[in-house]
């Protein structure tokens, strides 16, 4: 069945510290994948997206992601996190027809000053 | 930020009732989208258009049904509203590129309370 797992629920960070954030995927073939951000109270915001070409994309507000097709992967990454950076990241990706996105469950990410 | 509104915003109904949200585009984008969110699930697709009149079923359509009869508009019915469909709503928009399918903007959401 085609799936995103984002294994991590809760994630607390101390402000500064670099952030990875994991995402995979499963899916026959490369996905269109997506990281969005939501903070509380708030729609989905994008940060990232990935269809084809330079495994490693940038994005808004100094994030990363690389997409790994050998292990189904790709993981949201910031060197040095902010305490504005708390909300919730969901990693997506579109199959099909109909433009459609699967979502996974989403990682809260908490800063600690 | 895209010009995206749903409404009402918030919202509570007792069990029984029929409720209608409504999200509402200025961007004249092809697609649109329904979504739910529930702790623990994520976002959940209800239903989704592909133009005026045009729309299937997501993941989670049992008892929702929606309607669009004009680009700008679609509409999300709960014909007979139980706790279950207690969650906050989410309404989306994208269009198709020629290089393949764009991102989905989000709506601000609608809180919707049964009880």
């Known amino acids: 069945a085609q799936s995103v797992t984002q294994p991590d629920i809760h994630i607390t960070v101390s402000e500064g510290a670099s952030l990875e954030l994991r995402c995979n995927y499963s899916?026959?073939?490369?996905?269109?994948l997506f990281w969005y951000v939501q903070s509380p109270g708030q729609g989905l915001q994008l940060l990232l997206k990935?269809?084809?070409?330079?495994?490693l994309v940038q994005g808004i507000k100094g994030f990363e992601a690389e997409f790994k097709r050998s292990q189904s992967s790709f993981n949201l990454r910031k060197p040095s996190v902010h305490w504005s950076d708390a909300a919730e990241y969901f990693c997506?990706?579109?199959?099909?027809?109909?433009?459609?996105?699967?979502f996974g469950t989403g990682t809260q990410l908490k800063v600690e000053l | 930020d895209a010009g995206i509104t749903q409404s009402p915003r918030h919202k509570v109904t007792e069990t029984g009732t029929p409720v209608t949200l409504r999200c509402h585009q200025t961007?004249?984008?092809?697609?649109m989208y329904w979504y739910r969110q529930d702790p623990g699930h994520g976002l959940r697709l209800i239903h989704y258009?592909?133009?005026?009149?045009?729309?299937d079923k997501g993941e989670v359509s049992d008892g929702y049904s929606v309607s669009r009869s004009k680009t700008e508009d679609f509409l999300l019915t709960l014909e007979s509203a139980t706790s279950s469909q207690t969650s906050v709503y989410f309404c989306?928009?994208?269009?198709?590129?020629?290089?393949?399918?764009?991102?989905?903007?989000f709506g601000p959401g609608t809180r919707l309370t049964v009880t």
């Open positions: 990935y269809f084809s070409g330079d495994t």
């Open positions: 899916y026959g073939a490369t996905p269109y």
């Open positions: 961007e004249n984008h092809r697609y």
């Open positions: 989306a928009i994208s269009e198709y590129g020629t290089g393949g399918p764009n991102e989905q903007y």
């Open positions: 258009s592909y133009g005026v009149k045009d729309t």
């Open positions: 997506a990706f579109i199959t099909g027809g109909g433009n459609k996105l699967t």
